[in-house]
């Protein structure tokens, strides 16, 4: 491995209804608030979980691990226009990291149980965190400023149907 | 390097006044909002940084890259108490990513200069996410619960003192 690399390795699984990118993939976890799943730690991370179920929500870590595409311009599922691709969430990016906001609905032993996935089954989980409001999220909602997304995310569409609705249109090219 | 795990690729480095860990470092970018510094993208990524300068705020991936543990019990700066680690934002954490919401004070070719910053300068750079309310926060604030860390960060501290005080400290064993 070059030494200007970092192998990164899965600590568990995240189970989701989604058994394919086909499969009514959300392209949000918090436009599918009921979606529910589970994080399958792997036994040797045990330990880590203490402590978690204190926490009514945690941001999870995964790989997006289909596809091996890593652009810098896409069309967005949610607009028409090419946008770079850090002022986008598309999967297919520099380092392929995905970041969810799931609520936990239960802890035991190495299973979270968790709601709001939006995750094909199987995603490898890279790292789960506390979500602290005080951390991470802007108290002055009026001064935050969402871009291109901004009709989007302000109620144009409902929550559950903005969904890939194929795994063509999932792993489409669209550079 | 084994096919379970994924070979990631610093995309820049972020550049703060916090020269070592050491110097000050906040324990997380809310509580130091007006810790300025810059997200210095590598020139062959300079596309992807289009269309970000609609944002006000995004989220930070990077790689903690100093020190090399990776532990799952760990005492938080804040607390006292052995803590599983995915209930912690500690460092020395499986795959040690971290993450930190900043504001975006204005985005000049490859560099974004961002605001709130809790990083070693020269942190290497993983991903930059929009952030997006609709996605990223619980628009109920009280049906959070942020377990053990509550009276933390419930304003018993003051949010520009606290800091890790030491090199020694931020990379003390504590299991």
Known sequence: MPSNEYALRPIGRIRTPHATVSDNVPIQGRMAPLSEGAVELFPEYAAGACDLE??????????????????????????????GVFSTRFPHRPNRIGVT???????????VRVRGVDMVDGTPLLDIKPYVPRFDAVENV?????????????????????????????????R
């Open 142 to 174: 009026a001064s935050v400023r969402t871009g291109w997304m901004t009709p989007y995310v302000n109620g144009v569409k409902e929550p559950d149907v903005v969904r890939t609705s194929s795994e063509t249109d999932w792993l489409r090219e669209r």
């Open 101 to 111: 906001l799931v609520e936990v609905l239960g802890v035991d032993g190495t299973t």
């Open 54 to 83: 204190g926490f009514s929500h945690v941001f999870l870590l995964y790989r997006f691990h289909l596809g091996t595409d890593e652009r810098l311009t896409v069309v967005p599922y949610m607009d028409t226009v090419p946008r």
